[in-house]
């Protein structure tokens, strides 16, 4: 099938905690993926991406690595802000099928 | 700034009314597209259009009417709506080549009353 999952949520943090979003797809080749964030009131934004397997992801402290053994990729970041208090989506590119979303709240 | 604008971006209609939704694209992409995200469930993608041409319409009821008159414009045209249409309408644009990256209008905050 065609499908992205990725954790359920809240997730709740405190500041500086290791984060790690999960996200799992089926597909039967190779495609994109992404990480979107979606802060409140706004739309999408898109956050990080790898267009084939091992490719990793990178941008503002957070990482991604495509890896097809296990058809993850996961979102993580060393050391969360209050700042990055928001809702992460997992996508897919060639069929735009993305995640449910996971809720990310970090408190002081 | 993500460069793609969206008008207005709250709406309350009645169920008789007809109204439309607004989009525009500042980013020079030529693939745009309408996604409806109600509370707890997935993002729904709803219409894609290509160089201005439909090129996927996901089975959605035709009190829906996108047009793409241009390759910077994209509306999504509302009448006889159901309370259950109530939702958050996002709107993206992307560069056809390039595996699809999109990019995001801030959303059109939608109650059907």
């Known amino acids: 099938g065609n499908s992205v999952t990725q954790m359920e949520g809240p997730v709740t943090l405190s500041e500086e905690a290791f984060l790690t979003i999960n996200c799992t797809y089926t597909?039967?080749?190779?495609?994109?993926l992404f990480w979107y964030v979606q802060y409140p009131g706004e739309g999408l934004q898109l956050l990080l991406k790898a267009t084939k397997a091992d490719d990793k992801g990178s941008n503002k402290g957070f990482e991604a690595t495509y890896r097809k053994e296990t058809t993850s990729f996961h979102l993580e970041k060393g050391s969360v802000q209050v700042s990055d208090s928001a809702v992460y989506f997992c996508a897919r590119g060639d069929k735009l099928i993305f995640g449910t979303g996971t809720r990310l709240q970090v408190f002081p | 700034e993500t460069g793609v604008t969206q008008t207005p971006r709250h709406l309350v209609m009645g169920m008789t009314n007809k109204k439309s939704l607004k989009c525009e694209q500042h980013l020079g992409h030529n693939a745009m597209y309408w996604y409806k995200q109600s509370a707890k469930k997935p993002l729904e993608l709803m219409f894609v259009y290509s160089l201005e041409e439909r090129v996927e319409n996901n089975s959605v009821p035709s009190r829906f009417s996108p047009e793409c008159p241009n390759s910077s414009h994209l509306f999504l045209h509302l009448h006889t709506l159901q309370p259950e249409d109530s939702a958050l309408y996002l709107c993206?644009?992307?560069?056809?080549?390039?595996?699809?990256?999109?990019?995001f209008g801030p959303g059109t905050r939608l109650t059907v009353t």
């Open positions: 993206a644009s992307s560069r056809q080549a390039e595996g699809r990256e999109q990019y």
């Open positions: 597909a039967t080749g190779y495609p994109s």
